[in-house]
Nanobody
Framework: QVQLVESGGGLVPPGGSLRLSCAASGRTVTNYELVMAWFRQAPGKEREFVALISWSGGTDYAGLVKGRFTISRDNAKNMVYLQMNSLKPEDTSVYYC???????????????WGQGTQVTVSS
């Protein structure tokens, strides 16, 4: 089992920045080479892929966030981060951290999920 806890969400004006963190515990992400990802879900919409990072550091981004968001991980600390810059109102969502066994953009391919953290972009 892997437990994931997100933090760092909040209210930010358009153009601002936030850094989300995801702390992993239990079966460590380092020992089992888990792929870590961020998804988001806005009210009334399906959960959508944001970014992922493999154990070796390879990344993939959704087109809507590429160039604005950066995913990173610290395997020694069992942490994953999402640096979000140039935020837009349409980035407003609950952001979820997820862990899985292979690189995928599909939520169903991830076995472990955090509880989510709210990001609101508004003036």
């Amino acid at each position: 089992q892997v437990q994931l806890v997100e933090s760092g969400g909040g209210l930010v004006p358009p153009g601002g920045s936030l850094r989300l963190s995801c702390a992993a515990s239990g079966r460590t992400v380092t020992n089992y080479e888990l792929v870590m990802a961020w998804f988001r879900q806005a009210p009334g919409k399906e959960r959508e892929f944001v970014a992922l990072i493999s154990w070796s550091g390879g990344t993939d981004y959704a087109g809507l966030v590429k160039g604005r968001f950066t995913i990173s991980r610290d395997n020694a600390k069992n942490m994953v981060y999402l640096q979000m810059n140039s935020l837009k109102p349409e980035d407003t969502s609950v952001y979820y951290c997820a862990a899985g066994g292979w690189r995928s953009r599909r939520p169903d391919d991830y076995n472990y999920w955090g509880q989510g953290t709210q990001v609101t972009v508004s003036s």
